[in-house]
Every structure is written in C-alpha cells, then in structure tokens.
C-alpha cells in the first residue's frame, strides 16, 4: 500500500456523522431513546421486557451497544427456546439501527449548508489525494458524498470481495481503483446477507447491490425488515471482542486498517471515543501505531471530540505512544465538522 504526499488517514466514530446532523444520525447510547422518541418500539414488547428483565433498566434509557453485545455473543443462549427467542430480539435492534441511521434524506432542511459544502469539499480531496477512512459507523454518509461528487465506487472502494444479488460469482476484482478507500470495520447497511445467515458470523459471501445502491439501504417505512427488493439483511457487527475474527474477509480488512496505520504519517480520529466494549479497536490503534511515518519523521495523529476528558485524553495517547514514544498526538476539542471545515479543504 502506497501513499500521495498529501494522502492522509482519517477515521470515523459516530460522532461525526452526528456532528452532521444530530437528529438524523444519533450517538449510539441514545440510539434506543430516538427509537423510542420515534415510536418505534410501541409493538416490541418482547424486547422492552427483555431490557426491563435482563438489565432493569427502562428500554428508553438502555445503551444499544451493551443490548447488541449481549445478544450477539451471549454464552447462555447456545440452544433451545432462548437461543430463539435471543436471536429475534437481535433482529430487532438491527431493524431499529436500519430504520433510524438509513434515513435515505441525508441532506434534510435542518441541515446547515456549511456542513453540506465541507463533505464536499472533503470527499473532492479523499479521492485526489488517494487517502483512506476506517469507519466504525454503519451510516451511508460519506458514501452519499463521495458517489455524489467523484467517480468512488463501492465495488472496490470498500476493499471487499462482494457478490452481486442473485449471483454465484463475485464482481470482477480487476476493477480500476479510483481514489480512495473506505474500510467499514463494523458493517455496513448497504452490505447484504440472507435472512437466514443472519446470525452466522463465520459468513463471507455478502452481496452489494450497484445498480440500485440507492435503494439498498432501508427506508423509513418497511415492514419485513428486509431490503425492499432482494430480500436481504444488512451485515452488520456490534463492538464485540472476538466475534469478528471468526469471518476471513473481515479479518483481512482488519489487517488492512492496521497496514493503513502503520504507513501514513498522519492520521486524524474524528468522533470515536474507544468505548471500552471495543477492546479489537485498541489493540488496532496499538499495533498500528509502532510503526514510523514512512516519509520519516513524527507521525502526527490528531484526535477530535468537543467533550472528551482528560482520562481519556491521557487513554488515547497511551496507546497511540505505546510502541513509538515519537508519536505526537494532538487533541482537538472540537465539533467534527467543524474540524473537517477546518482543514479548508476547498483550496485542494
């Protein structure tokens, strides 16, 4: 993997994509109360009842990623009716994360202009300059940007072996790569698997649909929880240490996000606050940042969040410094967006 002089590495947490727009896009520990703000939960009562019982915790005060976590890799439901019953709830908290983060209205009338011309301004640069996003976020932001003002596509700027619908042979991997790439570490919601592979992690062949990419992410009213026309669920991981390890393809991406690391010399983490649920991240971010800038030098990586505090500060350069002490990390209390505008990429 080679780097422009001017590429850099950016990685996204979901609070850029709130930054965007907070009501679009809420923070993950208030995913379940937009749902239930939205009315979204009126008819699952098994799952308001399993919060209730599980955690004792009020399903609109409950933090998604711990819900998720637990269903996803629940050691006490390996068989029988709780297994089942366990396994629709996590269909559930898919068909809400769907329902809210796959709003197809990506530029609403709340959202500010400003904000509209910097991702266009960013996603012109990310293709010049042949940079590269690892994302965390399930959300189509950026990709709306960039298939909007560049000539990115999915089918290699994802760095996925993808099959298209209805189809035993995977896209043609001779492709030419245009400008960058976007490493999706946690899923997508336009990455698609059958109904019934839904919970089989060890699954590799994921289907991406090109000529409606438009329509492969899901719309505010459906009713079967599936994509609208080919009958697909969204592949999709929760922050859970080990469970995406047992998928090839995944872990190959993994390792490429961590060569991704170890080559540019800057680096920029917008909106990721390394939730503690997280720990694959941490050990990405610690293997990925021995390495030195291959420019020589320091590597520079800024990290970017209004609120972080100063244990976390003290966390994140800890790990980042911890196999090159020349690491110099900077920290930006700030807005993402208004970070990126920052960078005054319109002068690219």
């Given at each position: 993997m080679k780097t422009k002089a001017n590429s850099r590495l950016y990685i996204f947490g979901a609070g850029l994509s709130h930054s965007y727009n907070k009501d679009i896009f809420p923070l993950t520990n208030n995913l379940i109360k937009k749902a239930f703000d939205l009315?979204?939960?009126?008819?699952?009562?098994?799952l308001r009842a399993f919060v209730s019982d599980i955690f004792n915790e009020s399903i609109d005060n409950i933090n998604?990623?711990?819900?998720?976590?637990?269903?996803?890799?629940?050691?006490?439901?390996?068989?029988?009716?709780?297994?089942?019953?366990?396994?629709?709830?996590?269909?559930?908290?898919?068909?809400i994360i769907s329902l809210i983060y796959g709003n197809p209205n990506l530029v609403s009338a709340d959202t500010?202009?400003?904000?509209?011309?910097?991702?266009?301004?960013?996603s012109t640069h990310f293709q010049k300059s042949d940079s590269t996003i690892i994302s965390f976020n399930y959300d189509l932001l950026i990709e709306h940007y960039l298939q909007k003002n560049t000539q990115w596509n999915p089918i290699y700027g994802y760095h996925m072996p993808f099959y298209p619908p209805f189809s035993y042979q995977p896209y043609n991997d001779h492709i030419q790569r245009?400008?960058?790439?976007?490493?999706?570490?946690?899923g997508s919601l336009n990455w698609g698997l059958p109904p019934e592979e839904i919970l089989n992690a060890k699954y590799e062949k994921l289907i991406l649909d090109t000529e409606n990419y438009s329509e492969t992410i899901f719309r505010?009213?459906?009713?079967?929880?599936?994509?609208?026309?080919?009958?697909?669920?969204?592949y999709l991981i929760p922050p859970v240490a080990g469970k995406i390890y047992e998928n090839f393809i995944m872990r190959n991406l993994w390792r490429k996000a961590k060569a991704a690391m170890q080559i540019y010399p800057e680096i920029h983490i917008i909106g990721y606050s390394l939730p503690e649920s997280d720990t694959s991240v941490e050990f990405l971010f610690r293997l990925g940042s021995k390495e030195t800038a291959p420019f020589?030098?320091?590597?520079?990586?800024?990290?970017?969040?209004?609120?972080?505090?100063?244990?976390?500060?003290s966390e994140f350069e800890t790990i980042l410094k911890a196999g090159n002490s020349k690491n110099l990390v900077k920290i930006h209390k700030?807005?993402?967006m208004e970070y990126l505008k920052s960078l005054n990429y319109q002068t690219d």
């Open positions: 009315k979204l939960l009126e008819k699952k009562e098994t998604f990623e711990k819900v998720a976590s637990f269903l996803y890799n629940n050691p006490f439901s390996s068989e029988g009716e709780p297994k089942q019953t366990y396994d629709l709830l996590y269909i559930e908290l898919i068909s500010e202009k400003w904000k509209i011309d910097t991702l266009n301004a960013f245009i400008g960058g790439s976007i490493l999706k570490l946690h505010t009213k459906y009713d079967s929880l599936y994509f609208t026309n080919n009958k697909l669920y969204p020589g030098g320091q590597k520079i990586i800024h990290i970017v969040d209004p609120c972080i505090r100063n244990d976390k500060e700030m807005d993402g």
